[in-house]
């Protein structure tokens, strides 16, 4: 019932996998999208995220790293072979643990400082396909809002992490406990209720990675202006009917609503 609703007050922009991807009726593709899914929770970026198998402390299974010949999640040499931290901080703060890292990057740092990648711990992000978003303009670095329906709450985000299956909902640590979502990477997450929106064109680009509270003003900013100039009759507020907190938590995280 709530996807025939949105289909009869939204624009359908595509299918990701199982996941609608909506807009405003009459948008144009590159405008903002939005859509809800499940939750799951990613560690990378994290200097702590993987590590020699039984080390203890790692964030979460090095299977999600890769495996050997086939490292996607770790840096490695020149050999193909991990590079682990040498416990001197802050370019390796954490002896033994593997470097991992994020698509979106701080070019002020070299390959092997963990400082280099977006901190699943400390940044609020989120990773996408985005070979599926290209119609959109979508890039690394772009912002978001994504709200916890069932509870609620939400954080602005940043696009930091690609990914190439069609699945959506992927979030870091920060991301997951601003949401009050299970933070696990290994057994985290949430089956549904994650609404996320998405400003195509948001973000300072590649190279730079804000901080959270950065983030936040910015995503808050572009958000009011969504609400302002493009969605000016408030249908997204109506989006998803069967989360009850969805509307209240969309005002509370700047979006203007009309009388």
């Known amino acids: 019932m709530s ?8 624009k359908r922009l595509s299918t990701v996998g199982t996941t609608h991807i909506w807009q405003l009726k009459a948008a144009l593709d590159a405008s903002a999208f939005f859509y809800e899914s ?7 970026g994290a200097p702590k995220a993987y590590g020699p198998r039984g080390l203890p402390g790692t964030l ?9 010949g086939n490292w996607w999640g770790i840096v490695t040499d020149k050999q193909g072979n991990p590079i682990q931290q040498n416990g001197i901080p802050p370019q390796q703060p954490y002896r033994d643990y593997y470097i991992s890292p994020t698509s979106l990057i701080n070019l002020g740092y070299v390959e092997t400082d963990v400082r280099r990648y977006a901190d699943a711990t400390v940044i609020p992000y989120l990773a996408l396909p985005p070979a599926y978003f290209r119609v959109t303009g979508l890039k690394i670095g772009d912002l978001a809002l994504v ?3 069932i509870n609620g709450r939400y954080t602005f985000t940043i696009f930091a992490d690609s990914k190439n299956k069609p699945t959506l909902g992927e979030v870091s640590i920060c991301s997951a406990v601003a ?17 996320t929106l998405v400003f195509p064109g948001s973000g300072i680009g ?3 990675i804000p901080d959270a509270q950065a983030i936040n003003v910015a995503g808050r900013g572009h958000l009011k202006h969504f609400s302002n100039f493009r969605d000016k009759e408030n249908k997204l507020l109506t989006a998803f009917p069967e989360y009850p907190l969805f509307a209240k938590a969309l005002t509370d995280a700047g979006y203007i609503r009309r009388e």
Request: aromatic share 2%.
């Open 147 to 149: 709200i916890n329906g």
């Open 60 to 68: 979460d299974n090095l299977g999600n790293a890769g495996h050997p």
């Open 179 to 195: 949401l009050g979502a299970p933070a696990d990477p290994r057994h985290g997450g949430l089956n549904k209720g994650i609404i």
């Open 3 to 10: 996807n025939l609703i949105r289909q009869q007050t939204f």
């Open 38 to 44: 499940a939750l799951s929770v990613d560690a990378d």
């Open 206 to 208: 590649q190279g730079c």
